[in-house]
């Protein structure tokens, strides 16, 4: 199941499944209607707790289950980048050392990390990043020019009137801020766990092409689409 969007110059698809089975497709060039123009940047923005993917698993099949996951994510994002391409894997600081090494191992490349503050004055969320931009993106990213956690739930409110709040979205202005980075116009952002779709909002504001992921067919008609 896709839906097809188009905001100003910038085309976007919303692809309904599991990440890891679109991007295995996407990586072996088997998604209609996917967006033209290179895959410059991967966002993956996967559920911070192993249980909310696995809910069914006890805790350690679902820790191990989740990075299964990640490992099969970040391996297809790897082949579907183009070589000038930048992933950038959001994540909670918990989770930083196990997945700094997955990024390491699917891109074989170092590591970026940066820090988002995401409450004031509280520590902020891990920011991985490998590929071209990586080292563009070192360092502190301050929720006063990046946007705290409570922007981002007024912006899901403002296009969600009337619905429970989304749980973790992230401020435009944060994903703006990564856009912009590591891609130029007419580049393709690809995030496989679109969520909200705070991602697919800041590259289309700024002239990026994009492809969204989720398997939550309510959490996409509820927050993203209409975005």
């Known amino acids: 199941m896709g839906v097809r969007r188009r905001a100003a110059e910038a085309t976007g698809l919303i692809v309904v499944g599991r990440a890891e089975t679109v991007l295995a497709g996407l990586a072996r060039g088997r998604l209609v209607g996917a967006p033209e123009g290179p895959v410059r940047l991967s966002y993956l923005d996967p559920p911070f707790e192993p249980g909310d993917a696995f809910p069914s698993l006890e805790p350690p099949a679902a820790a191990r289950a989740w990075e299964r996951m990640m490992a099969t994510c970040l391996g ?21 050392p196990l997945c700094r090494g997955l990024v390491r191992d699917a891109f074989g490349t170092p590591v970026v990390e940066a820090a988002w503050e995401r409450d004031p004055g509280a520590e902020g969320d891990a920011l991985l990043f490998a590929g071209r931009a990586a080292t ?47 891609t130029d116009p007419g580049d393709v952002v690809l995030d496989p766990f679109l969520g909200s779709g705070t991602s697919a909002a800041a590259a289309g504001a700024v002239g990026r092409s994009w492809i969204g992921i989720d398997r939550d067919v309510a959490t996409l008609r509820r927050y993203a689409i209409p975005r």
């Open 136 to 182: 563009a993106c070192r360092g502190e990213w301050d929720g006063r020019t990046c946007g705290f956690r409570d922007e981002g739930l007024r912006e899901v409110a403002e296009v969600a009137a009337g619905v429970a709040p989304f749980p973790h979205p992230k401020p435009v202005r944060l994903l703006r801020r990564i856009v912009a980075t590591t």
């Open 76 to 96: 297809a994002a790897a082949r579907i980048l183009d070589r000038r391409g930048t992933v950038c894997l959001h994540v909670d600081r918990r989770l930083a």
